[in-house]
């Protein structure tokens, strides 16, 4: 059984809702070949955005998606770029690896199979080029596709180049998008405060881009969506929206339990939505202590505080709960953030995976 609330997976067009502006102020930008610099915080619909933006334009463009989250080197990035143009091809295999060939100088490309769709595809071997070969083959073939048809190209996870010290891939990729005619950019990313400064004012990409904030999807929206398939009141969805914090994923995650478990109450209330959610926390409770282990005494107790309190982290009351001075808790809260299991915005650290923090509550 498909559920109309995947949240492991990209949402089909059938299960995609709540994103109609977004959508169509992309398509917008997009016909003029205009740069964009999405942002959210984490889990909130980026990816899934994107996928469906492209499904709907894919006749019209030639649409390449790249995921760098995983990204060490410059190369792993040139290497993604390459495999994301040329899987972007559509057609006769013979025909385009003939005409990749010709857009390559230094890159030899090779037909794929999968075996369990049984699909032909095709791959560039990349292991023995250097990031300037990577980069010149990646933006000399976008050029040329890009002479027949417009291209949009998305970059997700775009604030792990800053992680790059030995290349500065934003230069470089300013110098390529000055020179392009007919390529929309398409940069994602969760962590706003790297955006920011690889966007800012003397940055190399300054002004390359028009900044959109991902906002959390509309009450309203997922209200009207959600009693299609589920016996729900609205004040129920707003219940599961303030327990998830406005959480794209974390919300589809309570309402795909619910629809699979709706038979077993005749109304689904508050009280129900608490046992789904404490079913999610209890799935999850292996993965959120072996995390937590990981972490230094006082990494432990910095943040079991942000856990539980929002404001005046550094407050005498608060520091005495844990008998943590203040310079240990900046130093533990700095240490969580450089490793990613918090975040910051505007000054104010986060935890931003809903459903830790929801665990952390209840279990630290």
Request: hydrophobic share 40%; no cysteine; proline share 3%.
């Amino acid at each position: 059984m498909q559920t109309p609330f995947p949240f492991e997976t990209i949402a089909p067009k059938e299960f995609f809702y709540g994103r109609e502006k977004e959508l169509s102020e992309l398509k917008t930008h997009i016909s003029n070949s205009t740069n964009v610099l999405l942002f959210s915080k984490r889990r909130m619909g980026k990816s899934t955005l994107i996928k469906n933006l492209f499904n709907e334009i894919e006749k019209d463009y030639v649409v390449i998606y790249i995921d760098i989250y995983n990204i060490i080197t410059a190369e792993d990035f040139g290497s993604l770029l390459l495999n994301g143009i040329t899987k972007s091809q559509k057609g006769d295999i013979k025909s385009i690896m003939l005409k990749l060939s010709q857009f390559f100088k230094k890159t030899k490309v090779e037909p794929t199979f999968d075996p369990q769709t049984g699909e032909m595809g095709i791959r560039a071997i990349t292991k023995s080029l250097s990031f300037d070969e990577l980069i010149e083959d990646s933006f000399n073939a976008l050029f040329k596709i890009a002479e027949t048809k417009n291209v949009v190209l998305a970059i997700d996870e775009f604030q792990q180049i800053a992680d790059i010290k030995d290349v500065k891939i934003d230069a470089i990729l300013r110098k390529y998008m000055q020179e392009a005619k007919n390529i929309s950019y398409i940069f994602l990313g969760s962590k706003r405060n790297i955006l920011n400064s690889l966007f800012a004012y003397k940055a190399p990409l300054y002004a390359m881009a028009i900044p959109i904030s991902l906002k959390p999807l509309d009450i309203e929206d997922i209200y009207n969506y959600a009693k299609k398939y589920i016996n729900i009141t609205k004040e129920t969805i707003e219940y599961i929206y303030e327990l998830s914090a406005g959480e794209t994923k974390l919300i589809q995650m309570i309402l795909h339990r619910i629809y699979i478990n709706k038979n077993e109450v005749e109304y689904i209330n508050e009280i129900f939505v608490d046992k789904i959610l404490q079913t999610i926390l209890i799935s999850k409770n292996d993965h959120y202590k072996a995390l937590f282990e990981v972490f230094s005494t006082n990494q432990k107790k910095a943040f079991k505080l942000l856990a539980k309190y929002s404001k005046e982290l550094f407050s005498e009351k608060i520091l005495r709960e844990e008998n943590i001075s203040r310079p240990s808790m900046q130093s533990s809260l700095n240490q969580l953030f450089s490793k990613e299991y918090i975040d910051k915005e505007d000054g104010v650290y986060f935890i931003p995976d809903r459903a830790f923090e929801l665990w952390a509550r209840k279990n630290l």
